[in-house]
């Protein structure tokens, strides 16, 4: 059956996620609907059971929430735009700094060719960086596998940090919403803000554009007090089972053999990625005036989606973890391909 529809692939996904969702939820674990989704999936991925997560419906429940992450946008967001000026040279530099060293560990130690640890060393970028490598004569495989097990293992970190180091509350689920019930005028905004903010994001080749383009509308919906809806607890628990499945089905057709090979490379490089991530938290978030909490979920190279998922849940700066988690995957494909077109062929030619 072509992929598009594979109903009783997506099928398997959504109940597995659920599954694991819930079972997360009844144990208390943190932002239990993503993280038991990711984890059901994933194992079910693995043992050849064939879930499938087609990418446009992905994409609508991103848009959802991309709706409702533009309410988290305030007129005091406007008030910090110096500051955000200088947390972007921050994460530039973190990009910079935690490319060159994947790379060198992926070419290295890993032994992998110059196009396939270049474009693995970027934190971000899944599918771009995965489609590159191959124009470039890259793995696409590896590339795929490295960042997969990069946005997995982040996302399945970052949230039990915040419990265990942090001793910050993660909620298993969303509180309900404490402001006026929504009224229906509020939902068709929001609405508005999805079905024309995906298709002009997409039109403006904006990056992940079913997440952008409805954020960026929101938030001025938001931010002009045409809304004040926030976001509702089911539906963003119905995002991160989506969200999860979508990860996890990522590994399906992927043997252990093949996992295990490049199992090491991606959690070394995670690792590292993580370890400069708190080294910058600790340099940077008081110069710049950001919470530490904020500037490692900034740092953390998880989804665009995903990390904005979580700090909604956290409850932590959500709009600035969400813009600068966009500034990144921007700069990520923008800069990084051309990058290359300009200096990698040449550097490839001398190292081959």
């Given at each position: 059956?072509?992929?598009?529809?594979?109903?009783?692939?997506?099928?398997?996904?959504?109940?597995?996620?659920?599954?694991?969702?819930?079972?997360?939820?009844?144990?208390?674990m943190?932002?239990?609907?993503?993280?038991?989704?990711?984890?059901?999936?994933?194992?079910?991925?693995?043992?050849?059971v064939?879930?499938?997560?087609?990418?446009?419906?992905?994409?609508?429940?991103?848009?959802?929430?991309?709706?409702?992450?533009?309410?988290?946008?305030?007129?005091?967001?406007?008030?910090?735009?110096?500051?955000?000026?200088?947390?972007?040279?921050v994460?530039?530099?973190?990009?910079?700094?935690?490319?060159?060293a994947?790379?060198?560990?992926?070419?290295?130690?890993?032994?992998l060719?110059?196009?396939?640890?270049?474009?693995?060393?970027?934190?971000?970028?899944?599918?771009?960086?995965?489609l590159?490598?191959?124009?470039?004569?890259?793995?696409?495989?590896?590339?795929?596998?490295?960042?997969?097990?990069?946005?997995i293992?982040?996302?399945?970190?970052?949230?039990?940090?915040?419990?265990?180091?942090?001793g910050?509350?993660?909620?298993?689920?969303?509180?309900?919403?404490?402001?006026?019930?929504?009224?229906?005028?509020?939902?068709?905004?929001?609405?508005?803000?999805?079905?024309?903010?995906?298709?002009?994001?997409?039109?403006?080749?904006?990056?992940?554009?079913?997440?952008?383009?409805?954020?960026?509308?929101?938030?001025i919906?938001?931010?002009?007090?045409?809304?004040?809806?926030?976001?509702?607890?089911?539906?963003?628990?119905?995002?991160?089972?989506?969200?999860?499945?979508?990860?996890?089905?990522r590994?399906a057709?992927?043997?252990?053999?093949?996992i295990g090979?490049?199992?090491?490379?991606?959690?070394?490089?995670?690792?590292?990625?993580?370890?400069?991530?708190?080294?910058?938290?600790?340099?940077?978030?008081?110069?710049?005036?950001?919470?530490?909490?904020?500037m490692i979920l900034?740092?953390?190279?998880?989804?665009?989606?995903?990390?904005?998922?979580?700090?909604l849940?956290?409850?932590?700066?959500?709009?600035?973890?969400?813009?600068?988690?966009?500034?990144?995957?921007?700069?990520?494909?923008?800069?990084?391909?051309?990058?290359?077109?300009?200096?990698?062929?040449?550097?490839?030619?001398?190292?081959?």
């Open positions: 059956m072509p992929g598009d529809l594979n109903l009783k692939g997506h099928a398997r996904a959504l109940v597995i996620g659920s599954a694991g969702g819930a079972l997360f939820y009844w144990l208390g943190p932002l239990a609907w993503m993280l038991g989704s990711v984890v059901f999936v994933t194992i079910a991925s693995l043992s050849g064939e879930p499938f997560m087609n990418r446009k419906f992905r994409s609508v429940m991103v848009t959802v929430l991309g709706v409702f992450l533009g309410s988290a946008f305030s007129p005091e967001v406007i008030d910090r735009a110096g500051q955000w000026a200088l947390a972007i040279c994460l530039t530099g973190f990009i910079v700094i935690g490319s060159a994947g790379y060198l560990f992926l070419r290295r130690v890993g032994k060719d110059p196009v396939t640890s270049y474009f693995a060393s970027a934190p971000g970028g899944l599918g771009e960086m995965a590159a490598s191959e124009e470039m004569g890259g793995d696409m495989r590896t590339v795929s596998l490295i960042h997969t097990i990069r946005v293992t982040i996302i399945m970190v970052i949230p039990f940090w915040f419990r265990l180091v942090v910050a509350d993660v909620p298993s689920m969303m509180p309900p919403n404490p402001g006026p019930p929504p009224e229906w005028l509020d939902w068709v905004v929001l609405i508005g803000c999805g079905v024309i903010g995906w298709p002009l994001a997409k039109l403006c080749r904006l990056p992940a554009a079913s997440l952008v383009g409805p954020m960026i509308l929101s938030a919906a938001h931010l002009t007090a045409m809304t004040h809806l926030q976001p509702p607890a089911v539906p963003v628990a119905a995002a991160q089972v989506v969200l999860g499945a979508a990860v996890g089905c590994f057709g992927v043997t252990l053999k093949m090979q490049i199992a090491r490379l991606a959690f070394c490089t995670t690792g590292m990625l993580l370890a400069l991530a708190v080294a910058f938290m600790y340099l940077f978030s008081d110069l710049i005036g950001v919470s530490q909490p904020a900034t740092l953390s190279p998880g989804g665009l989606a995903e990390m904005s998922l979580i700090a849940a956290l409850g932590i700066d959500t709009a600035f973890v969400s813009t600068m988690h966009m500034f990144r995957i921007t700069i990520i494909i923008v800069l990084g391909p051309s990058l290359f077109r300009m200096f990698g062929r040449r550097r490839t030619a001398t190292e081959t």
